[in-house]
């Protein structure tokens, strides 16, 4: 049981360039989020998806395009990088058993944009 | 808006003492979630403790616990016989609208737990 899984773990891209973060839970779990932490600050949710097939924005969307693939994927991308968006990027599943939810999170996608 | 404010950036315990971080926030639900997590220099987010809006007794999972003080809007974590391997950036955060519904959170800044041996 994986929980949450991320790839790549680590990004460098120049300016301008695109690229795709894949995220992945064998949970079965129906929520999945994307959020973004710059240094020395909390998350930042960027998009969401309540349940396969539907996906929404968050506090911070601008620069980016979300996927959900089925219900175990959830896939980020950046059309066109921007030095703003080097952070570290977590994705999230959540559960909710009736009495407690919990959010589980991925490793984590460093990503350096120059 | 909903908010979570996190008071102290950096924090001192002694190995073995009691140690308490400090969560408020502010929200008009009638119904929300509070969560803890830990995330140690490795960088993953590990989750620590959730107490529900209407839990009336505050949650407890081992070594931590959640002094939830509705009126006040404070959701403080009391971590009991600190450890070194408890040493981490702590964040406090607030699960938008209903139970069982889309677990949207919002994060605190963050308390740096430092602990000495």
């Known amino acids: 049981n994986a929980g949450v899984t991320q790839t790549p773990k680590f990004q460098v891209l120049k300016t301008g360039q695109s690229m795709t973060l894949q995220c992945a839970q064998d949970?079965?779990?129906?929520?999945m989020y994307w959020y973004r932490q710059d240094p020395g600050m909390g998350l930042r949710l960027i998009y969401y998806?309540?349940?396969?097939?539907?996906?929404d924005k968050g506090e911070v969307p601008n620069g980016y395009n979300v996927s959900r693939l089925n219900k175990r994927e959830f896939s980020l991308r950046l059309e066109s990088a921007a030095p703003s968006q080097t952070s570290v990027y977590f994705c999230?599943?959540?559960?909710?058993?009736?009495?407690?939810?919990?959010?589980?999170f991925g490793p984590g996608t460093r990503l350096l944009v120059l | 808006a909903q908010k979570i404010t996190q008071t102290q950036p950096g924090m001192f315990v002694q190995e073995k003492e009691a140690v308490t971080l400090d969560c408020t926030y502010d929200?008009?639900?009638?119904?929300?979630?509070l969560f803890w997590y830990k995330q140690p220099s490795s960088g993953e987010m590990i989750f620590l403790i959730y107490?529900?809006?209407?839990?009336?007794q505050n949650a407890t999972e081992g070594r931590y616990s959640l002094n939830f003080q509705k009126a006040r809007k404070s959701a403080n974590l009391v971590i009991s016989a600190s450890q070194l391997g408890d040493s981490a950036m702590y964040f406090c955060?607030?699960?938008?609208?209903?139970?069982?519904?889309?677990?949207?959170?919002?994060f605190g800044q963050g308390t740096t737990l430092q602990v000495k041996p």
């Open positions: 929200t008009s639900d009638q119904s929300y979630g």
């Open positions: 107490q529900g809006s209407y839990d009336e």
């Open positions: 949970m079965n779990h129906n929520s």
């Open positions: 999230a599943s959540s559960d909710w058993t009736g009495y407690q939810e919990t959010q589980y």
């Open positions: 955060a607030m699960r938008e609208g209903d139970s069982g519904n889309t677990g949207k959170l919002i």
């Open positions: 998806s309540a349940s396969e097939g539907t996906t």
